[in-house]
């Protein structure tokens, strides 16, 4: 062995198991960062091929300045920060865990001359070692996944993807990859390289040099059992120790409830309602309100699959019965069943609203809302004759350039409750959504049957489900890696606490503890850990949500106010939880497996 150095991939060979984690943390972060770097230049690409095509010459400046282009370039660069982040976080818990197991080994180190800043290196160069493979593996991953996320968009997403490359390889994603992978690397075994400089020369000879502190008090078990008093005590004895963990856990709760707004951001970006329609037919003036025979006719034609319609009637005097009375104009809109319907499937109605009254020849209506209104469900409106009461609201106002009333009152009715109001039977608006097998020539066949009488519309171009799903994918797929991080590291840092107190453990069933003892104590060490983890992510969590959802959301839609994300946290508390439970499992087998005379002598 020509110097220490000769000890590193010695040393991977023989801990290759206990380093299986560590590896598929850095391929997990080396994945994640080329497929989303591949798929940002694939998306560039693309919009280059269409810009081509539209403005003939282009500079890469020109493309960056696109809107598309500093949308792709703002999520690659955030997400990049973020998998930076969770995998140093990772790799980190991973090598402090190997670290924790091997004690006794840099205490050798240190006893036949190794220096501190020898031993530094040594760390550093092992966990570098780990690169060469999975860096590529990480590589290979993110490059196949982009080949087959293109292919997803390309053949069964829409239209909107169909200049994507299928088979296209991004150098700058790859690069990404490799960079990532070593800097994140290089970060996170910087502290447990530290702390392996600090074990003395005694810890070869005396042991587990953990928990050097003098003990004032023992563990209470009051209220508690020992075992549990104990687990406790564990993780609250250092403060260093609980902060650290605890951080580690808020870290994963905070990231997840920061990025869960992004997946609301987009619902108000790219609203999908069911009841978008591909063609429009509308009438110029009221002279050419459209019939219902027309309907019935379009409804009968290949490659339809529904026809809906609207009446209209502006600025009717009505009076306003609620906590006070007032006489104003307001609006009346009539709904067909399938545009009802749609309503409650959108999930645009208050909480309290009953659609089911407004169906039908009726005396009850919908009325648009925002959060300055004062009417509320209950309230009554006088027109003419007629008295009508709200049975539900709208959390906006569909019919206004920014979802706000303005202070003006938009009733929602039943066509049948309509035509009873004001004897109009015609329609202002005509509404079809088209098959999936539906064809140009079907579309041309429509536009022929309405004729030159009406305006017609052809929205297909403007529908936007297809990148609505794709962003959607994005937001949930690293929702999943933020809760995959969480559970990674939870299991990693509990391994490591129990590395470090192994040889107590193997004391205390020296002296009569238990198996099932022993797993409870571990058990409540962890969940101590998750509970003060997710009490610090909920405390700083929430307010970054509600700042992320004003900067993101209210700012462009007034009418937009942020509730609790109930579900989000529900999610991320019991995923932390689980994790916590699933982290026990580990120790527990390896307490299990153990001889009493092995675990003292183990450090």
Known sequence: MRSYLSLVPISAKVHRRQNRMTLLCIIFAVFMVTAVFSMAEMGMR???????????????????????????????????LLILLAGVLMISSSINSSVAQRTKFFGMMRCIGMSRQQIIRFVRLEALNWCKAAIPI?????????????????????????TIPLFGVSLFGIICGIFVGIITVLIAANSPA?????VSPVTAVSGNAEDKKTIHHSASGRFVRIETALGIHHAVSSKKNL???????????????SFSVMIRFVNYL?????????????????????????????????????VYGRRSDFDVSAVWQGKTSYSDSLDLISY????????????????????????????????????????????????????????????????????????????????????????????????????????????????????????????????????????????????????????????????????????????????????????????????????WGCAAGVIVGLPLNKWLYEILITEHFPYALWHLPLTSLIVILLMVFFAAASAVYGPAKRIRSMAVTAAINEL
């Open 270 to 306: 790219m609203p999908q309602s069911a009841a978008a329609s591909d063609l429009d037919i509308s009438s110029g003036d009221s002279s050419k309100a459209i019939s219902a025979d027309l309907i019935e006719k379009i409804q009968a034609m290949p490659g339809v699959k529904v």
């Open 46 to 80: 693309m919009e280059q091929a269409r810009l081509m095509e539209k403005h003939g010459n282009l500079s890469f400046l020109d493309l960056i300045g696109s809107a598309m282009g500093q949308s792709l370039l703002g999520i690659a660069v955030v997400l990049f």
């Open 194 to 198: 530290k702390r392996a400089s600090k």
């Open 336 to 531: 067909d069943d399938f545009d009802l319907k749609c309503l409650k499937t959108d999930g645009v109605l208050k909480s309290g609203s009953d659609l089911s009254k407004v169906y039908g020849d009726s005396r009850y209506v919908l009325a648009t809302s925002d959060q300055d209104s004062p009417w509320k469900i209950g309230d009554h409106i006088q027109i003419g004759e007629e008295s009508l009461e709200i049975a539900g609201l709208l959390k906006y106002d569909p019919f206004s350039s920014n979802g706000l009333t303005e202070g003006k009152m938009t009733l929602i009715t039943s066509s049948e409750t309509f035509v009873r109001l004001t004897g109009t039977t015609e329609y202002s608006l005509v509404m079809i959504q088209l098959t999936s097998d539906a064809t140009d020539e079907n579309v041309r066949a429509i536009q022929l049957a309405v004729g030159d009488e009406y305006s017609f519309h052809d929205q297909r171009e403007q529908r936007t489900a297809g990148t609505y799903a794709a962003f959607v994918f994005c937001v949930y797929s690293f929702l999943a890696i933020i809760a995959l991080v969480t559970v990674l590291n939870i299991i990693n840092s509990l391994s490591m606490s129990v590395s470090a107190r192994i040889k107590q453990y193997g004391a205390m069933r020296a002296v009569g503890m238990d198996e099932r003892q022993l797993i409870k104590m571990i058990a409540a060490e962890a969940f101590t850990y998750a509970f």
């Open 138 to 162: 990480g590589l290979a991953g993110g490059v196949v996944t982009t080949w087959g996320l293109c292919a997803v968009l390309r053949f069964l997403v829409g239209k909107e993807f169909s």
């Open 243 to 257: 902060i650290l963990m605890t951080g580690s856990f808020a870290l994963s709760i905070i990231l997840f409830l």
